[in-house]
């Protein structure tokens, strides 16, 4: 498919399959819009499938704010077996019988998983120990040793329980915060019950407001006709505000404005132009209002604005 001539700026929402990699995701996107200015917020091991959301061109500048917001999962746990990198594509270790495991165990160790607690990430995970993947440092055989954090589980809850052969395998639904490893549930899931546990199926369905219901496949995505316009993004992830055309002269120049009706908005605005383009990402300190994130100044003002 020959890419399309000027390819815009946007948001693409993308099923990633499985297999591949969110890079691999990115770099055929890239081919099919014909651009080189494009991202992705928050990777996806290659078991996993589901929602990728990218940004193309200058709404990669958005992607920043698209990253920290919460997301849904349905997974698959198994109990019974751990895993090296706490899913099906590690060194599994020596199955153990988890058939004693009943259904009021398996609750209560849900529910202390869930709400505000520390998770330790999974030592093969993309996180960074002086200035190394921890996954490369655990693959090379190095002891990982990584710090807790602190995250939020809102939703773990348990669809269906299928028993067979010592393992007991549990199709789960989770809402979470950004930086949650559902792998590293599934293992402390199984550490608790003392059985083992790791994923052996994972797919994510929700990033904050977007679906994984209105994503395209790679096998037929047009980019140009899948693009979520930046103005609606962001102003369904953030409060909005309508610019008369001076006011986007003067933000994108450098300048504040006055503007008394946005006195107490918390967090970034988005400023939407007179002729609906978003212009940039605001932000209130009182009465006054500075430009956060600037959109490119040819996307906004004719060649003689700018001068």
Same mark, same amino acid.
């Given at each position: 498919?020959?890419?399309?001539?000027?390819?815009?700026? &946007?948001?693409?929402?993308?099923?990633?399959?499985?297999?591949?990699?969110?890079?691999?995701?990115?770099?055929?996107?890239?081919?099919?819009? &014909?651009?080189?200015?494009?991202?992705?917020?928050?990777?996806?091991?290659?078991?996993?499938?589901?929602?990728?959301?990218?940004?193309?061109?200058?709404?990669?500048?958005?992607?920043?704010?698209?990253?920290?917001?919460?997301?849904?999962?349905?997974?698959?746990?198994?109990?019974?077996?751990?895993?090296?990198?706490?899913?099906?594509?590690?060194?599994?270790?020596?199955?153990?019988?988890?058939?004693?495991?009943?259904?009021?165990?398996?609750?209560?160790?849900?529910? !202390?998983?869930? &709400?505000?607690?520390?998770?330790?990430?999974?030592?093969?995970?993309?996180?960074?120990?002086?200035?190394?993947?921890?996954?490369?440092?655990? !693959?090379?055989?190095?002891?990982?040793?990584?710090?807790?954090?602190?995250?939020?589980?809102?939703?773990?809850? +348990?669809?269906?329980?299928?028993?067979?052969?010592?393992?007991?395998?549990?199709?789960?639904?989770?809402?979470?915060?950004?930086?949650?490893?559902?792998?590293?549930?599934?293992?402390?899931? &199984?550490?608790?019950?003392?059985?083992?546990?790791?994923?052996?199926?994972?797919?994510?369905?929700?990033?904050?407001?977007?679906?994984?219901?209105?994503?395209?496949?790679?096998?037929?995505? +047009?980019?140009?006709?899948?693009?979520?316009?930046?103005?609606?993004?962001?102003?369904?992830?953030?409060?909005?505000?309508?610019?008369?055309?001076?006011?986007?002269?003067?933000?994108?120049?450098?300048?504040?404005?006055?503007?008394?009706?946005?006195?107490?908005?918390?967090?970034?605005?988005?400023?939407?132009?007179?002729?609906?383009?978003?212009?940039?990402?605001?932000?209130?300190?009182?009465?006054?209002?500075?430009?956060?994130?600037?959109?490119?100044?040819?996307?906004?003002?004719?060649?003689?604005?700018?001068?």
């Amino acid at each position: 498919m020959k890419p399309p001539a000027n390819p815009r700026s &946007g948001i693409l929402l993308v099923d990633k399959p499985q297999g591949i990699t969110s890079h691999d995701v990115v770099s055929r996107t890239r081919k099919l819009a &014909g651009t080189r200015k494009i991202g992705h917020a928050g990777t996806l091991d290659p078991m996993a499938t589901g929602l990728l959301v990218i940004g193309m061109n200058s709404s990669t500048r958005l992607l920043t704010f698209v990253v920290g917001l919460g997301k849904e999962y349905f997974a698959t746990v198994r109990l019974g077996q751990s895993s090296d990198t706490d899913d099906a594509e590690g060194t599994l270790g020596a199955p153990v019988d988890a058939s004693a495991v009943d259904d009021d165990q398996i609750a209560a160790g849900i529910a !202390r998983l869930t &709400g505000d607690i520390d998770q330790v990430p999974s030592s093969f995970s993309a996180i960074k120990v002086d200035g190394k993947r921890a996954y490369a440092l655990a !693959r090379a055989g190095e002891e990982v040793e990584l710090k807790s954090r602190s995250v939020t589980i809102s939703a773990f809850e +348990v669809l269906e329980t299928r028993r067979q052969a010592g393992f007991v395998d549990l199709d789960v639904r989770v809402e979470c915060s950004s930086g949650t490893y559902i792998r590293a549930l599934a293992r402390d899931l &199984g550490d608790a019950l003392g059985v083992g546990g790791h994923l052996t199926a994972l797919r994510r369905s929700k990033v904050g407001p977007f679906d994984v219901a209105d994503a395209s496949t790679l096998e037929n995505l +047009v980019v140009n006709d899948r693009l979520l316009d930046p103005a609606a993004v962001a102003g369904t992830l953030f409060p909005s505000h309508a610019l008369e055309r001076q006011d986007v002269i003067d933000l994108v120049h450098g300048k504040r404005l006055t503007v008394p009706e946005l006195e107490g908005v918390a967090g970034p605005i988005a400023g939407i132009g007179p002729d609906g383009r978003l212009v940039g990402l605001l932000e209130a300190s009182g009465s006054t209002v500075k430009a956060l994130v600037n959109f490119p100044t040819d996307e906004v003002l004719t060649k003689e604005e700018a001068e």
